[in-house]
């Protein structure tokens, strides 16, 4: 059966439709941009992001007896720190462990701290602990890291912290802490090492 072919008027895109297209397009490449300025500015600012990190510590005391109980004392002092040069950050909900060899010693916390644009708060926490309970094995790590003349404690934990964008936003953000606090048993010297919660 043969086809009918018609040929009628061309039909032509409205000026209007052209219109509207290239506006949107506009709005579209607009939006990517504002988008990648984000997130090129998020990368920027990211490595300054609040942090917590061990600015000094010191151990006054170690001292274990015959019947494996060890008594210390040992002050660390933990840097909240905001290098963010326009926003306040808050930190909250401090809470880091110290353990030696797998016992835990002592619960260094804060609760909410203020910390302004290009500041950093210090909290410095004395741990006094006696009679710690030590097993054969433990007895023996202390007297080796007496000999050696390095004795490590482990100090592992988070924090909150939040940077106020305006009068209604906010940036949270989740830091983790989880390093060894070395000391020289001899004087109790702290041996600085990289104890922070910065990802970088
Ligand atoms: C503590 O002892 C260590 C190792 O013996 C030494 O390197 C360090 O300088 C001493 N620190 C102080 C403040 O005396």
Redesign the pocket.
């Known amino acids: 059966m043969p086809r009918t072919l018609r040929h009628g008027p061309q039909r032509r895109t409205h000026p209007l439709v052209w219109f509207l297209a290239v506006i949107c397009t506009i709005i579209a490449v607009a939006i990517i941009i504002a988008g990648m300025v984000v997130f090129v500015g998020y990368l920027v600012i990211h490595p300054r992001v609040p942090f917590i990190s061990v600015a000094n510590a010191h151990l006054h005391l170690l001292d274990n007896d015959l019947a494996g109980l060890l008594q210390t004392q040992i002050s660390v002092t933990v840097r909240a720190e905001n290098d963010n040069q326009k926003a306040d950050a808050t930190f909250s909900d401090i809470r880091l462990t110290l353990s030696f060899q797998g016992i835990k010693i002592a619960y260094l916390v804060a609760g909410q701290i203020e910390v302004s644009k290009k500041k950093s708060m210090d909290l410095n926490y004395v741990v006094q602990s006696s009679s710690i309970p030590l097993n054969p094995d433990q007895m023996d790590e202390v007297d080796f890291s007496r000999k050696r ?1 390095v004795i490590s404690f482990e100090l592992k934990g988070s924090a909150r912290a939040m940077w106020r964008v305006g009068p209604l936003g906010s940036v949270k953000f989740w830091n983790h802490l989880n390093c060894m606090l070395k000391f ?1 048993p ?4 702290y041996i600085h090492s990289r104890c922070s919660s910065k990802s970088k």
């Open positions: 003349n020289h001899s004087n109790g010297t």
